[in-house]
């Protein structure tokens, strides 16, 4: 039976809507500032093989792995009605420890019919340093790791296991509402899939989640059938520690309707937290790709099904357990993202932008409050957007896997014991061109009181390349700016023990400029 147009349309926001209701449910109901505030969680829905058909706009370097989390904890079968599973084992489908999965069996009379899960970024899960992102070089140095494992089994809290992890990071009761956050927008998501069950049939749901994944593949197969076969080569790099360069190489190969990417001739894995996991750059390949479909795709498994990676073991890209990897979550996928989009944009450079900033900047500290309880806070600082062929990039914006709010300045100030002095668009720091890159940001955090403090981000030696002939966007800065006024330039991965009075001042890239700019100096086009 061929599928009409409209009934994809329709199976398709009935899906979707189920994985945005479940991302409002956890929004609504979060306690940390992360959550609340910051959105940094992504929400999905399962076939009743673990197959991804429907998702929320949420965090594309989350989505694009989760489906790696459902396939770990398959191990954990058979599933009963009220069971749910939790992990953050990045070597067996998490991304870093941060990013908690939970997923849920949904059944309907004693019969398997999907799975619901979200991923949420707690803002501390123990570890070396206050936030769980630290300068680490081992993944026990970086927090808690929880293996596939039953948190409620038939109902029943595993209260024992939830006792533990709360037991060993700096923040048990914020830990804790965000987790029966997480359990409650499961219960949404199971009892939206359930009344679609019953209204229309099990056969039949199951029947929609496979044409729309379907759907999807054919949609993604003309898109790389649209691309002249050939070879595509593209390489950037990212800052070590010490200040080493270190390539990130691809090559896609387009065959007809199939993509080959390749990411031989890449660095080899580091004793850093740069490190991405397999399923992080197997996201950021699919994300990418995901670009190239019309905007009202549906976004699943079938994305992933005309696409082979070659990813070479003990790589950057494809670390080996037991390499720090919290990073390589955040800052190594916008890499991945930059070449991917620069070897497409050789066959379709009138469609593809300039590299946008390319680092989330991760902010993250925490200490005591003045009573003698412990805080800890994670943000992403956004850059500029690169300009495209159309226009200017976006200025202030997060891009590419990272898909967060900023934390209203009322919201830190009444949480923590900090002080936003500035948080601006940085003039000027967007790449000169045809059309000028995006703007970044400059924030400014003053303390009051002791802290520990994590910086990690990329871009801070070299700036988002231009494209076209467009010049790259101004390349990031960190700085420690002491009580006394004193500055001093800080590495984009580096820990700072911080005292009342202290500032850090984060000035994030701007994007690359599209397009030479004309005679006589750039020309700032509208948004």
């Keep these: 039976m061929i599928e009409s147009p409209a009934s994809l349309a329709v199976w398709n926001t009935l899906l979707a809507s189920t994985a945005e209701e479940m991302g409002v449910t956890l929004w609504r109901t979060g306690h940390s500032p992360n959550i609340r505030e910051r959105k940094d969680f992504s ?46 084992d990045p070597y067996l489908g998490g991304t870093h420890l941060p990013d908690i999965t939970i997923v849920e069996p949904v059944f309907t009379d004693d019969q398997l019919i999907a799975f619901v899960a979200n991923r949420a970024h707690h803002s501390d899960i123990g570890g070396m340093s206050a936030g769980s992102m630290p300068i680490a070089t081992e993944l026990y140095q970086e927090g808690l790791i929880i293996p596939p494992l039953k948190i409620r089994e038939a109902g029943q809290l595993n209260e024992p296991l939830l006792a533990l992890i709360l037991r060993n990071v700096r923040t048990p009761t914020e830990r804790r509402g965000d987790f029966d956050a997480q359990f409650g927008a499961l219960k949404t998501g199971a009892t939206r899939l359930k009344a679609l069950a019953y209204r229309h049939g099990v056969r039949e749901l199951a029947r929609w989640m496979e044409a729309l994944t379907d759907y999807t593949e054919r949609l993604t197969r003309a898109a790389i059938e649209s691309i002249p076969d050939g070879d595509y080569h593209a390489d950037d790099v990212m800052e070590s520690i010490d200040g080493t360069l270190l390539p990130i190489r691809t090559k896609l190969t387009v065959t007809g309707d199939l993509l080959t ?83 497409f944009s050789q066959a379709l450079g009138d469609r593809i932008p300039a590299s946008s900033a390319g680092t989330m900047s991760n902010f993250t500290f925490g200490g ?40 209203p300045t009322e919201s830190m100030e009444i949480t923590f014991p ?95 400029g599209w397009g030479a700019p004309p005679k006589g100096g750039h020309r700032r086009t509208a948004h």
């Design 418 to 512: 900090v002080r936003v002095r500035r948080f601006e668009l940085r003039e000027n720091s967007g790449g000169k061109g045809l059309h000028q890159g995006g703007e970044g940001v400059i924030r400014e955090i003053e303390f009051l009181t002791e802290a520990n403090v994590s910086l990690v981000g990329d871009r801070r030696l070299i700036g988002p390349p231009g494209a076209n002939g467009g010049h790259s966007g101004k390349k990031a800065s960190n700085t420690l700016v002491s009580a006394e006024g004193l500055r001093k330039p800080v590495s984009g991965q580096q820990q700072i023990q911080i005292r009342p009075g202290d500032r850090i001042e984060v000035q994030t890239p701007g994007g690359g």
């Design 368 to 407: 005591l409050h003045p009573n003698g309880e412990s805080f800890a806070y994670y943000e992403t600082v956004p850059g500029g957007a690169g300009a495209g062929p159309k226009g200017r990039g976006e200025s202030g914006i997060q891009t590419h896997m990272t898909n967060t709010a900023n934390t």
């Design 43 to 88: 929400c999905a829905v399962f076939n009743a093989a673990g197959e991804l058909v429907a998702q929320a706009a949420h965090i594309p370097v989350h989505l694009g792995a989760m489906p790696e989390s459902i396939s770990a904890v398959s191990t954990l079968a058979p599933w009963k009605e009220g069971d749910l599973a939790i992990v953050n």
């Design 261 to 343: 990417v390749d990411f031989t001739g890449s660095a080899g894995e580091q004793s850093s937290s740069i490190n991405a996991v397999s399923a992080v750059t197997r996201s950021a390949v699919a994300y990418s790709v995901r670009c190239l479909l019309p905007t009202n795709a549906p976004s699943n498994a079938g994305i992933f099904r005309p696409i082979r990676l070659l990813l070479p073991e003990s790589s950057i890209v494809n670390a080996m357990p037991q390499r720090a990897v919290s990073a390589g979550n955040v800052e190594t996928s916008q890499r991945v993202t930059d070449v991917i989009l620069a070897a």
